[in-house]
Every structure is written in C-alpha cells, then in structure tokens.
C-alpha cells in the first residue's frame, strides 16, 4: 500500500499506522501537490480528504476503516476506481478524539464515470 499525504499532515500517519496493524505493507510518501495525486487517480473532488492510498489498483481516499479495505480487496469490484470517506470526520481511523467526540461518516465508492454510491462492509 502507498500513502501519499501532504507532509504537514499528521493524521496520515495515524491512518498507516492503523493499516500496518492490520497487516499491509505501507509507505508512506510526502508530496506537496495532492490534488494532482487526487486527479490522477480519480478521487472526486467532494470525497477529497488529506491522503490517497493506492492498493490493489484502487484508490483508498482518506480515513476509511480496514475492514472496508478488506472487503474492496476482497471482493475486487470491477465498476469502481476506489473507495473515500469525505473531509476529516472525527472518530474516524486515525482521527479518534481523546474525548471520545465522534462525527457520523459513511464510506463512499467511486467510478471513473462519476457515479458515487456508498459502500457497506
């Protein structure tokens, strides 16, 4: 897995962190111009969050829960380019709160044609 994350974010790396303990292998590379990454692999601008992982050919955009991940890579789906969770939300993989605050989010996927649905685990 290779995470791309703007250098002066800290959360990526609590979101790698999370995906070494589930057993990826991750790398983890700085770059200054993330919403070129972004484009490149087609994450829509209204999933953008703070890093894009690539595994498996798919796009991982910000900090969506291993066992969505798993279940991508698992089930290989032909009709998407890759799977977000929008913005930052707290409680999320890598954004948990020492107050325990929590924010609702759902994981979305997305295709190349810009059809956007959500994706359940």
């Known amino acids: 897995m290779l995470v791309y994350r703007d250098p002066e974010c800290g959360c990526c790396e609590a979101w790698a962190d999370i995906a070494r303990a ?3 292998a991750v790398t983890v590379e700085n770059r200054s111009d993330m919403p070129a990454v972004k484009a490149r692999y087609g994450v ?3 999933l953008a969050s703070c890093h894009t992982a690539i595994v498996g050919g798919y796009a991982i955009e910000g900090h969506v829960p291993m066992p969505h991940v798993a ?3 698992r089930d290989k789906p032909r009709d998407i380019r890759g799977i977000a969770v929008p913005g930052m939300p707290r409680g999320s993989p890598g954004m948990e709160m020492p ?6 989010f759902e ?3 997305f295709a190349g044609d810009g059809k956007v649905a959500q994706f359940r685990a």
């Open 22 to 24: 589930a057993g990826y």
């Open 44 to 46: 829509p601008d209204e």
């Open 99 to 104: 107050d325990g605050r929590t924010d609702a």
């Open 107 to 109: 994981v979305m996927a």
């Open 71 to 73: 279940k991508l890579l």
